[in-house]
């Protein structure tokens, strides 16, 4: 199945909102562990001098599971989309853990002006993660240029996104998978992402291509994959 690019951000207060509303809890702790798991096969602890950047953050709820589980960390989630950063600092003032939260901030930025804009006055990032950003960038250059200019040689990256079916009826399928759960906005924004992921091949080819072939590209089952190492 051809690529079909999307809108980089969601800026429609009700797709926001759909996003917001949904339960993805299970993949995010999913995406938790497995940071954890690398971490622990790394031999690498984060203290209060690290700096966590969640890139493409959306309602915060990576951002705020990053901050609750390395709590002595500082944690800056970024999105593009105003709503979703609104959306964001609500769900962080509401939350029954904000006294948890006390180490989290947003900004409202395009990924691809955080470097220039220099919101971490040059500190180094211990940990960079994106979770469902991949797709929404339509040139994987600016994700990838985005990444490299934001990472040091301590900067660990992970980056999860969904993986693009095979074929349209793969994509159909998963689509009406999806339908029994989640309501009619959240289901085709779902469908327009499906279509617009990448493949394994395109993302590992693109590393090997552009001397980052430092980072590791796997597949995560059948839906997902994931980039993640040093760059």
């Known amino acids: 199945m051809d690529r079909i690019p999307e809108p980089e951000l969601m800026v429609e207060k009700e797709q926001v909102i759909s996003y917001d509303e949904a339960d993805f809890s299970e993949g995010e702790v999913n995406l938790i562990n497995q940071i954890n798991h690398y971490f622990l096969r790394k031999n690498v602890s984060l203290s209060e001098k690290d700096l966590i950047v969640d890139l493409g953050c959306g309602p915060g709820n990576i951002s705020e599971k990053l901050a609750i589980n390395w709590p002595n960390t500082e944690v800056v989630g970024?999105?593009?989309?105003?709503?979703?950063?609104?959306?964001?600092?609500?769900?962080?003032?509401?939350?029954?853990?904000?006294?948890?939260?006390?180490?989290?901030?947003?900004?409202?930025?395009?990924?691809?002006?955080?470097?220039?804009?220099?919101?971490?006055?040059?500190?180094?990032?211990s940990l960079l993660v994106s979770n469902s950003l991949i797709h929404?960038?339509?040139?994987?250059?600016?994700?990838?240029?985005?990444?490299?200019?934001?990472?040091?040689?301590?900067?660990?990256?992970?980056?999860?996104?969904?993986?693009?079916?095979l074929d349209e009826k793969s994509a159909l399928e998963l689509k009406a998978q999806c339908s029994t759960k989640y309501n009619e906005i959240l289901t085709n924004d779902y469908y327009a992402s499906l279509r617009a992921s990448y493949t394994f091949k395109e993302l590992k080819n693109f590393t090997l291509e552009n001397d980052l072939s430092s980072l590791d590209v796997f597949e995560d089952g059948d839906n997902y994959l994931i980039v993640y190492g040093n760059v």
């Open 78 to 125: 970024i999105d593009g989309s105003k709503e979703m950063i609104l959306r964001a600092e609500y769900n962080k003032n509401i939350s029954t853990n904000q006294k948890k939260l006390k180490n989290l901030r947003y900004i409202c930025s395009d990924i691809k002006d955080i470097k220039s804009n220099n919101f971490f006055l040059d500190r180094d990032i």
């Open 136 to 165: 929404h960038i339509t040139n994987l250059e600016d994700f990838f240029n985005t990444i490299r200019s934001l990472s040091s040689n301590i900067t660990v990256n992970f980056h999860k996104d969904l993986k693009r079916p």
